[in-house]
């Protein structure tokens, strides 16, 4: 059974500074992975997908993330917060096994301050 | 493509009563997801069909809930005497079916209160 970890439930930055948004996950298989965001009283919203592609995967709004296998990791990136990128996080997994179930980690609330 | 449409936006019910809620798909896809997320946490997996077939169920998933996509278009999430643990955000996605097009489209969810 595929899981995800998100290992920091709050991170805070300073505007301008880099974000970093760790993720672990766990899979059988070879996994999809995502990161969603989700603003306050709004829906949630696809940041970016890997699929086996590149290993680097650029998403919207300035946003990166890497697979790295060895690691079962896919931190989510971004060179320079903005306040508008204030928001919950959240890393998904569906394993690729065949069954198209996402599950979804506990979230990474990103505080940006002035 | 109008976005996946949830109804009602929000539902109060008191405990013991049964309460439905629809989703509306994007129309060309052929999956669809139920969730449900409380406060502070990651959305929970319910379960999801693929056209009008029901293929997976969360085994937390009590025996109150049940879900139907009686044509594999629009879908009803039903509870049966509704617990006050049953209040969260109960959330819709649909997905496409072509091969590395899989991603979930979200629907802006249904808050249920049980009081």
């Known amino acids: 059974a595929q899981s995800v970890t998100q290992l920091d439930s709050h991170v805070s930055v300073s505007e301008g500074t880099p974000v970093l948004l760790r993720c672990n996950y766990s899979s059988s298989y070879s996994p999809s992975l995502f990161w969603y965001v989700q603003h306050p009283n709004k829906g949630l919203q696809l940041l970016l997908k890997y699929t086996s592609a590149a290993t680097l995967v650029k998403g919207i709004n300035g946003f990166e993330a890497e697979f790295k296998k060895s690691e079962t990791s896919f931190h989510l990136t971004k060179p320079s917060a903005h306040m508008s990128d204030a928001a919950e996080y959240f890393c998904?997994?569906?394993?690729?096994?065949?069954?198209?179930?996402?599950?979804f980690g506990t979230g990474t609330r990103l505080k940006v301050l002035a | 493509d109008t976005g996946v449409s949830q109804d009602p936006r929000h539902k109060i019910t008191k405990r013991g009563q049964n309460v439905t809620f629809r989703c509306d798909p994007i129309s060309e896809h052929n999956r669809l997801y139920w969730y449900r997320q409380t406060l502070g946490q990651g959305p929970e997996f319910l379960t999801y069909?693929?056209?009008?077939?029901?293929?997976?169920k969360s085994r937390l998933l009590s025996d109150r809930f049940s879900a139907e996509r009686p044509k594999g278009s629009f879908s009803t999430l039903e509870i049966q005497r509704t617990e006050q643990g049953d209040s969260a955000m109960y959330l819709c996605a649909s997905s496409p079916l072509e091969g590395g097009k899989e991603k979930l489209f979200f629907g802006s969810g249904t808050q249920l209160s049980v009081l």
């Open positions: 998904v997994v569906s394993d690729g096994s065949g069954t198209y179930k996402y599950i």
């Open positions: 069909f693929q056209n009008e077939a029901q293929l997976e």
